[in-house]
């Protein structure tokens, strides 16, 4: 059956440092999203991409944020200069469409030190 | 925004009973109401989900409820087992928007 994979499964960084989040989506599924969790809190949505470019986005996500598909298969969350709120565990997801099941990978968690 | 409360946070009943997860929503323009199941390391799984243009769907041992005039919905499973042990998570989507809301999840423990 196919399933979302994301890499790392737990990535550890400084501070003001620079993280790039792996994601391949289900192969013929058209729309991408991030959520995060920090831990103890509700799974939140951080944005979503179709066509090569972001479609909805949250308050959360600002300019220390970028998402790219960089090729046909992968899809990348970046955070520029981390901080230590945003460790948590980060999620994506794919779907078919704009209607349907959203199905998510297993996770990496982010700790920022 | 739309807000998803659910309840109880943890629950803990006897294999073979069944177990009974609520959530409410606040937009009554949200029309999908998928629950997902988490297991230790792993992410949310999806396990079933309702439109709202149905009132119940059922699958298996698990099926959901919806009132749409009370705005809220219910995850039911019946005859427990020991696999059922996760958390569970609602979640809901606007009419035309592409984000899914979550509730806090309820952290279900199966006892043998």
């Known amino acids: 059956e196919p399933e979302v994979t994301q890499t790392p499964s737990h990535q550890v960084t400084q501070m003001g440092q620079e993280v790039i989040l792996r994601c391949v989506p289900i192969?013929?599924?058209?729309?991408f999203y991030w959520y995060r969790q920090i831990l103890g809190q509700k799974v939140e949505f951080l944005v979503s991409?179709?066509?090569?470019?972001?479609?909805?986005k949250s308050e959360i996500f600002d300019d220390q944020f970028s998402v790219e598909r960089p090729d046909g298969s992968n899809f990348t969350l970046k955070i520029r200069s981390t901080k230590l709120e945003d460790s948590a565990m980060y999620f994506c997801?794919?779907?078919?469409?704009?209607?349907?099941?959203?199905?998510f990978g297993p996770g990496t968690r982010l700790t920022v030190l | 925004g739309e807000n998803v409360e659910q309840h109880p946070s943890t629950l803990s009943v006897q294999e073979g009973d069944s177990a009974v997860i609520k959530c409410t929503y606040s937009d009554s323009a949200s029309n999908y109401f998928p629950w997902y199941k988490q297991e230790l390391g792993k992410g949310p799984q999806l396990i079933i989900d309702i439109r709202s243009n149905v009132g119940e769907k059922k699958d298996q041992r698990i099926a959901v409820t919806l009132n749409k005039t009370a705005k809220h919905f219910s995850l039911h499973i019946t005859e427990t087992q020991p696999e059922d042990s996760a958390v569970y998570f609602c979640?809901?989507?606007?009419?035309?928007?592409?984000?899914?809301?979550f509730g806090q999840g309820t952290r279900l423990t199966i006892n043998p």
């Open positions: 991409f179709y066509n090569n470019e972001i479609s909805e």
């Open positions: 192969s013929n599924h058209l729309y």
């Open positions: 997801a794919s779907s078919f469409g704009l209607a349907n099941e959203q199905f």
């Open positions: 979640a809901a989507r606007l009419q035309g928007a592409q984000k899914l809301v």
